[in-house]
């Protein structure tokens, strides 16, 4: 039988007022039960203005926990102890499964040992890093949100009806190995009325951009005749990726950005492959000959192999790379003037392989591997061979604007493998980096070249010298202690807590010092120790939590923290004692 509206109305009250009972009920008898709760209360902060955040989510990392803070952006967890005093508060309570009884008492009595907090308009605090750890005993928080950045701006296409949009691309400014390079940071499309804008932004420095864009206005397109199209701009007026401004953003700042392309002809352009594999997958780049960056494009026409679109007037480099374990690069330099080109084709070329030697330098008998002999006895160590978790070399690309991926040392081929060699190397510049759990690397050098100095170059299709890498074992031996400096603020951010390292320290080689870049574990206590140092003069420095974007190869940054570094020069064998001054994220 159907209940009439209004009786399902009594109905629900009657629910409602009996689910309230139970709510008064336990809080009643949880009052009278327990002569001592454990509570957490809080605010959430603006990071940048300290004024409080209304209406932020505050939660544990595990979800059992959530409140809203209120309009003076305070929040307060309460935690009722002891199990028998919740069982009482529910005692006589009808409906209540003795299971779900038992869930709800364990998730109240185990207090979080993190919270984070959310709100729109706010970035998580260190890099993601954003979950505050709390004590057993602690009574207060302060939660600091970053507000976000934002850039915002127009594209103002000139002899436009407005119907156009365009393309606008982000680029972030990342440090790799400790050095600049641009990556990557997000795209939109222009509204109609040429608005656009990037949300969510993290401090830092960026470049804008516009992808190029054929004119399609169907009042003025005619596709029997000339082709007009808006090349890239890089704000605010430049005219390729590497002069292109740099806007710095701060935390909470809108910056507002206007770009204006301007119309050109544009030229069909058709590039043929040579020694393309069958079911070509091929990625493709082109830029200004001498100036490579994003804005231009080129695509690949399957079925009749070739590289086609459209560019205005200028000289061009265009790169062509397959994928796979048989991976193949091109590249080729053209010119566009004034008319179509249907021009030479692209010669792909595989990639290289690079053979990697190592001279061992052991001067401790204790250092050779097992099962192997050292120096002095019947017979020496091989200069070349591969050990187990011994020896990584890597090659990361040093390109600003890189197109070139990373590439290592091939596992062996069977147990007899004792070949060092990195395979499918596209051409390009790269940082080589070694990294060993043996000794120290003293040198690393190819066909005469300085690679702790300079980069590798990799020519299309072309043999490069082998990599030469020395290991010794005879490196100094730094210990110390950061003078930590503990704030208020420092506490509440969950810094310096139980447990909880107090600094990271780094080891920065001085210009054409032949130092390697080095980091230092730290203990609760505040000491830290690092052994085999190579050789060289360091800036030592101590922060208060890590630095991915520390820009330690340029000497004119890191001199802007030579009144807190401690410099020192270590020969081999040597033992140091530091005290180091903490920085801290404010200074």
Known sequence: MRLPRSLKAVAFGIALSCCSGITRLSAQSNTAGIEHTDSLRGTVVNSVTHEPISRALVLSPDNRFATLTDDRGHFEFTFPRGEGEMAAGFAGTS????????????????????????????????????????????????????????????????????????????????????????????????????????????????????????????????????????????????????????????????????????????YPVKLGIKNAPAGLQAGIQVWPQGHAGPGYSLGYNAGDELIEGSLPDGTYTVQITTYGPNAMTGILNFTVGGAALSGPGVTLLPNGSITVSVKEEFQRTETAPRGRMTIGDVRPVPENGRRPNYLQVTLVSAEEFG??????????????????????????????????????????????????????????????????????????????????????????????????????????????????????????DGKFQLQQLPPGAYRVLAFDRQQPDLEYASDEVMGQYDSKARVIRVVSGQKEHLRLPLITASE
Request: charged share 20%; net charge negative.
């Open 403 to 524: 197109f070139a991926p990373g590439a290592s040392l091939r596992p062996p081929t069977g147990p007899q493998d004792d070949s060092l060699v990195i395979e499918n190397v596209q051409s390009g510049r790269y940082r080589v980096r070694v990294n060993t759990s043996i000794g120290f690397v003293s040198s690393i050098t190819s066909g005469g070249t300085d690679l702790q100095h300079q980069p590798l170059a990799v020519g299309l299709g072309g043999a490069t010298p082998p990599i030469e890498i020395t290991v010794r074992d005879d490196g100094a031996e730094v210990e110390g202690t950061i003078e930590a400096t503990t704030t208020t603020e420092d506490r509440r951010a969950g810094f310096n807590s139980p447990g909880q390292s107090p600094g990271n320290v780094y080891f920065v080689p001085m210009a054409d010092s032949s130092g390697r870049f080095s980091v230092a574990w730290v203990s609760p």
């Open 95 to 266: 409906g209540v499964h003795p299971l779900q009884t038992s869930q709800l008492q364990h998730a109240i009595t185990n207090r979080p040992t993190m919270l984070m907090a959310r709100k729109t308009g706010f970035l998580p605090r260190n890099n993601g890093q954003d979950a505050f750890q709390i004590s057993s005993t602690q009574q207060e928080l302060t939660i600091s949100l970053v507000p976000e950045a934002r850039i915002v701006g127009h594209v103002i296409l000139p002899g436009s009806d407005g119907s156009d949009k365009i393309q606008v691309e982000l680029y972030r400014r990342q440090v790799r190995e400790g050095r600049e390079h641009w990556d990557p940071a997000g795209t939109a499309m222009s509204r109609s009325d040429g608005e656009f804008r990037f949300a969510d932004l993290s401090a830092g420095s960026y470049k804008l951009l516009t992808q190029e864009q054929l004119d399609r206005d169907p009042l003025t397109f005619n596709p029997r005749g000339q082709l007009f199209g808006y090349p890239p701009v890089y704000y605010p007026a430049a005219r390729d990726f590497a002069t292109g401004a740099v806007i710095r953003l701060s935390p909470g700042e809108t910056f507002q950005a206007i770009v204006s392309p301007a119309k050109r002809e544009y």
